[in-house]
């Protein structure tokens, strides 16, 4: 469906289901696809190309102010009993933005059917369904919305470019190291020494549910999310790596991003990674995010600790990174993954865990892989490792979407997420400031079991050597 017309760029504003079946061969909208959120595709063509997909009858015209950033805003995919607090509206929506509740599509923001500007700036909802909204916002607004938004609402920003496709070399290097995978005994050692104690004893750190670091909150803006930087910062280079807080936004703590070098001549490199940052609930400062992200976060940690413990090497170049701000709208890999495409990074995949370590009571252990967003390859890798080295794992799919993986396949490289659920979040804790890692259906076991098969993926892509 057409939404709007931008007067600006003189485009369209295109939003399709993912699997529409008009888009892969329609040239207009692959090269101009803005990113999938939720099931949802956003498309951005040249005017010229309306007549290509869809008649124009009552399209509004939307003068796109200069600076203006998009957003797409979505109930987080919740097990329906898990939605009860803050349901997206429409209404609500508009009160958390101070738009005016009753006015019609059409009469605020710089909805018009001039071909001139309204005025100032101002937020426009450009459309919604009834779980999602597509806004056009002032930067200062966006980094902001996860302030006064409900932590159960996701935010995503678009990006300012069309997204590119995963070049079709990339793949297939990604392909060819499925075709020729096989149990290797050597990293189904390397794997299993993953320590639990240890996890547990960093989680209670990065929570501080240990009564020590004085962490209360790692959101994004606040400080125990800066402390949690410099200390993860310490412990990854304490197993040998080199790393770098590395800032992308004024306001934001940084990312950390931390580097192995490769005992072989190549440019090409790992990455794998988690998200330190974390929400909790509305209006508290409390945010221990012990399973959003705490649980991806120490979980590469524990790689890098065994890295170290067993004095692995890796052939190829390898980077963990710990993102901020992704809980604001996937800001810290966005950076970062764009910077890695500005150096054409020789990248051959990256894999980000992200909620690794709950499951209902009662349900298995399991590993949920993303259903729309990623590189299907490298999902498929992903797979096919975690059944050779964590049989233990239920794996499927989730509809849950989002996190860091997403800002590396939009710069086309290849990436997936390991998750925890073959379904929709479960974790009652999601974006709360009861996200502790004390409590029933926090598996510290599960988390183990993901984390082996990031781990395993990195030792298969990368090659290494034991001392
Ligand atoms: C990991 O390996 C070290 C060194 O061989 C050993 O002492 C330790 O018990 C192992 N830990 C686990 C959890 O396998
Ligand atoms: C990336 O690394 C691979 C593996 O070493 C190599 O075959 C390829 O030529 C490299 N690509 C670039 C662009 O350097
Ligand atoms: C990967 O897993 C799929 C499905 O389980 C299986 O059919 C395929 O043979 C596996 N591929 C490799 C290379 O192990
Ligand atoms: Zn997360």
Not at 142 to 164: A, K, N
Not at 188 to 202: G, Y
Not at 303 to 320: M, P
Request: proline share 7%; net charge negative; aromatic share 8%.
């Amino acid at each position: 469906m057409i939404i709007a017309k931008l007067l600006q760029t003189f485009s369209v504003l295109v939003v399709f289901p993912h699997d529409h079946p008009d888009i892969a061969s329609n040239k207009c909208l692959t090269q101009s696809y803005f990113g999938t959120y939720g099931t949802q595709s956003v498309f951005i063509p040249p005017e010229s190309c309306v007549n290509s997909f869809a008649p124009t009858a009552n399209v509004p015209n939307v003068y796109l102010h200069p600076g203006a950033q998009l957003v797409w805003l979505e109930q987080a995919a919740l097990e329906q009993r898990l939605l009860t607090d803050h349901p997206f509206s429409l209404n609500s929506l508009r009160g958390y933005l101070g738009l005016p509740i009753d006015a019609g599509e059409n009469t605020y923001g710089s909805i018009s059917g001039k071909q001139q500007p309204l005025g100032p700036a101002r937020d426009t909802i450009l459309h919604h369904t009834s779980t999602s909204a597509l806004l056009a916002l002032s930067h200062t607004r966006v980094r902001d919305l996860s302030l006064i938004l409900p932590p159960t609402w996701r935010i995503y920003v678009l990006p300012s470019m069309p997204i590119l496709p995963v070049p079709e070399p990339a793949i297939a290097r990604v392909r060819d190291i499925l075709a020729n995978l096989k149990f290797n005994p050597e990293v189904a050692k390397i794997v299993s020494n993953i320590s639990v104690p240890q996890i547990q004893n960093d989680i209670r750190f990065l929570t501080g549910e240990d009564g020590k670091s004085g962490i209360e909150s790692r959101h994004s803006f606040s400080s125990g999310a800066s402390v949690a930087a410099e200390w993860l910062k310490t412990r990854f280079e304490a197993t040998g790596a080199k790393c770098e807080l590395r800032p992308f936004l004024s306001g934001f703590a940084p990312n950390v991003v931390c580097r192995y070098p490769s005992t072989e001549d190549t440019t090409e490199t790992v990455l794998v990674s988690g998200h330190y940052d974390s929400r909790g609930s509305f209006g508290s400062t409390r945010a221990p995010g012990a399973n959003d992200d705490g649980s991806g976060t120490t979980g590469l940690l524990s790689i890098a600790r065994t890295i170290k413990r067993l004095g692995v090497t890796f052939r190829s170049n390898v980077e963990l990174v710990a993102f901020a701000g992704e809980e604001q709208g996937l800001y810290g890999s966005r950076y970062y993954a764009m910077d890695l495409r500005n150096e054409e990074k020789n990248l051959t995949l990256m894999v980000q865990a992200d909620m690794i370590a709950y499951h209902q009571p009662g349900e298995p252990p399991q590993l949920g892989l993303p259903a729309y967003i990623g590189t299907p390859e490298v999902t498929q890798l992903v797979a096919n490792l975690s059944a050779i080295y964590s049989p233990e794992l239920v794996v499927g799919f989730t509809p849950a979407c989002c996190s860091d993986h997403q800002s590396f396949h939009y710069q086309g490289f290849p990436a997936t997420q390991v998750f925890e659920r073959a379904g929709p979040i479960a974790d009652p804790m999601y974006h709360n400031s009861g996200d502790l890692s004390d409590r029933e259906g926090y598996d510290f076991e599960q988390l183990k079991s993901i984390a082996k098969v990031q781990f395993a993926t990195l030792l298969h892509v990368a090659g290494f050597d034991l001392p």
